[in-house]
């Protein structure tokens, strides 16, 4: 596929990912210039026309969604057997290689993430469409931090029938909603449970069920419960853990309401808004312990008394159990003394890891802001570097939070002018600030932020900014303007809702002086209302004249006729021979033109023949 030309438009550059359907390609768009990313359809399911077409109507349903939390479709099309949707090219990572990477997240930059994620979901709901796969392979993260959610459209032509459990598609059935997974209706409930799978695994570093078989894994997500995330990750708040179960209740009905309903969750996980989960481990049944009655079952125990052989028995087995604990210790029964390493200034794990060679522990006794230290960074120890202690004894120590966190403010509805200022006054800088169209919201004013409101963050911390362009415009066919006038162009642009660009003026063989020689933007594409068109005016001298001698025979049918000679060429279409004729008669007639050219002979008002020239 490396330098195959889609559509006359997009050049394949590279292959930059591949999943269970459809192969990644990073593509040059010949006519915007700029770089997308084109996904082709694998041929074993370019040859299922029923996942053709629903993949076709799903993607270009999805094309109508425009939001900074997901990744826009431009374009969607087939060449010969090749079916490729034209996407936003998202330069950054997937969510999965950042918690490869980072795993456990932080809580402020996982909750960060899980936001944006469902302000996407929520404007995908809102508009009918239910993804149906979210998953950290679908998320994208930008350079600036902003997530886009990917694939609405290869998610959701996914059926039943496609739904298999080898490949590249196991992915899936980590994050699956009981209720896909039995065949039942989705709702956009569906893509909560799967968002909070996702929230589970960036705060954990483990996906709540995990099994060798693919059909175990389902099987745990109908049946079981999974770890409470605070058994593997104490630094989450019981508030948070709280907010992932009930994203991830195995009844629908019990989930949140909406994406928007958990995007506030999530906001105000520290409030008591949401009760404490009590689940015992044995997968939330309720163990029943039979109740012992004082009067009878009392009456037996006394009743049951030890034999003296009894006795013996467990004096031997106490004995063999203390010769054994003394064996392991050997002479050393009061441990070893070890020399306590310098660790203050180095990271959690990296210290954890000295204190391991020489058998001793750690123990976090207080986290505190530091202006020295970084996050996770050492900030005393107790005992001191060099002191001598027992081996397997616990080093105290005090771990730095990094510098004084301040509360991000919300900037939602404001002007990109007044978010600066507010920002500043808060003691926070702009950072990037992107435009995207929405139709919630009137043009320059701010959508959405990163990291969110509510949010901690160090003094000076760049916050980046989401405004909107107005309303999506709609879009219209671009029209040909290639062998116009200049004002003939702005009249077809004029009522197309289309606006004329930058004029240039080149030297043209092909065109005579004043007409249009290039347009920027191919005829048949898709635009924008009110996009401009930039075009190349012909400066002349255009094309050389060319002659030419054309003769024919007219036919017998009739005794007169009258021919009509017309040429079409650089020059437009002029009439240049009227004349009357008997029948079978020879025409010679010399025709003198520019460019490619041909002419339509007329007989009596009906057409008799073209030749082109």
Request: aromatic content about 6%; glycine content about 8%.
């Amino acid at each position: 596929m490396i330098g195959t030309l889609l559509a006359q438009r997009y050049e394949i550059i590279e292959i930059i990912g591949e999943g269970g359907m459809a192969f990644v390609y990073k593509t040059h768009d010949r006519i915007l210039d700029r770089v997308v990313a084109v996904k082709v359809l694998k041929d074993e399911y370019s040859n299922d026309p029923s996942f053709v077409e629903k993949f076709r109507i799903e993607a270009l349903a999805a094309a109508k969604l425009s939001h900074p939390n997901i990744v826009n479709i431009f374009d969607v099309g087939q060449q010969n057997n090749k079916h490729y949707i034209v996407m936003e090219y998202v330069e950054g990572k997937t969510l999965q290689d950042f918690i490869t990477l980072h795993a456990p997240l932080s809580v402020n930059k996982a909750v960060d993430f899980a936001s944006m994620i469902c302000d996407g979901l929520q404007a995908a709901h809102e508009n009918g469409i239910i993804h149906r796969d979210i998953k950290p392979h679908n998320i994208l993260i930008t350079k600036s931090g902003i997530v886009k959610v990917a694939d609405f459209g290869i998610a959701q032509a996914v059926s039943k029938k496609t739904l298999t459990f080898n490949g590249h598609i196991e992915g899936t059935v980590h994050y699956i909603a009981p209720e896909q997974a039995k065949g039942e209706p989705v709702t956009p409930a569906t893509d909560l449970y799967s968002l909070g799978c996702v929230l589970y695994e960036m705060l954990t570093g483990n996906v709540p069920f995990d099994a060798e078989s693919p059909i175990t894994v389902v099987l745990k997500h109908i049946h079981d419960e999974p770890v409470l995330p605070r058994e593997i990750n104490q630094d989450i708040p019981i508030g948070l853990q709280n907010v992932i179960l009930k994203s991830m209740e195995k009844n629908p009905a019990r989930r949140f309401k909406t994406a928007e309903e958990l995007h506030n969750a999530l906001r105000d996980f520290n409030s008591d808004a949401y009760p404490v989960y009590q689940r015992n481990k044995d997968n939330g049944k309720t163990i029943l312990i039979p109740s012992i009655d004082d009067n009878e079952g009392g009456a037996d125990m006394a009743r049951k008394k030890l034999r003296p052989r009894g006795w013996v028995i467990i004096s031997i087995a106490v004995l063999g159990l203390l010769f054994g604990v003394l064996f392991q210790l050997g002479g050393n029964i009061f441990g070893n003394e070890v020399i306590v390493p310098q660790i203050e200034g180095m990271m959690i794990k990296e210290a954890n890891d000295e204190l391991t060679k020489v058998n001793l522990g750690m123990k976090v006794i207080d986290r505190q802001s530091s202006e020295q230290f970084e996050a996770d960074q050492i900030l005393s120890q107790n005992p001191a570097a060099g002191q001598k202690v027992k081996e397997g004894r616990e080093i105290e120590v005090i771990i730095s939070t990094g510098a004084e966190l301040l509360s991000v403010p919300s900037l939602i509805g404001l002007t990109v002018s007044e978010a600066e200022i507010e920002l500043r006054n808060k003691g926070f800088t702009r950072g990037v600030v992107e435009g995207t169209y929405d139709d919630r919201f009137p043009e320059n004013f701010v959508i959405s932020h990163s990291p969110i409101a509510g949010s901690k963050a160090a003094e000076g911390t760049k916050i980046n900014i989401m405004y909107s362009k107005g309303k999506t415009p709609e879009r219209v066919n671009m029209p040909s303007l290639l062998g116009l006038s200049l004002q003939e162009a702005k009249n077809v642009l004029r009522e197309n809702k289309l606006e004329i660009g930058t004029v240039d003026e080149k030297e043209s063989n092909e065109y005579v002086a004043g007409r249009i020689t290039f347009q920027d933007t191919e005829p048949g594409v898709m635009i924008d209302e009110g996009s401009k068109i930039n075009v190349t005016v012909s400066k002349g001298p255009g094309p050389v004249a060319t002659s030419k001698a054309i003769e024919f025979q007219l036919p017998e049918e009739q005794d007169y006729y009258k021919v009509v000679i017309k040429l079409t060429d650089a020059q437009g279409k002029r009439e240049i021979y009227n004349q009357l004729h008997h029948a079978e008669d020879d025409v010679h007639v010399g025709v003198s033109y520019f460019g490619d050219a041909k002419v339509d002979i007329e007989l009596n008002g009906k057409h008799f023949r073209t030749i082109e020239l």
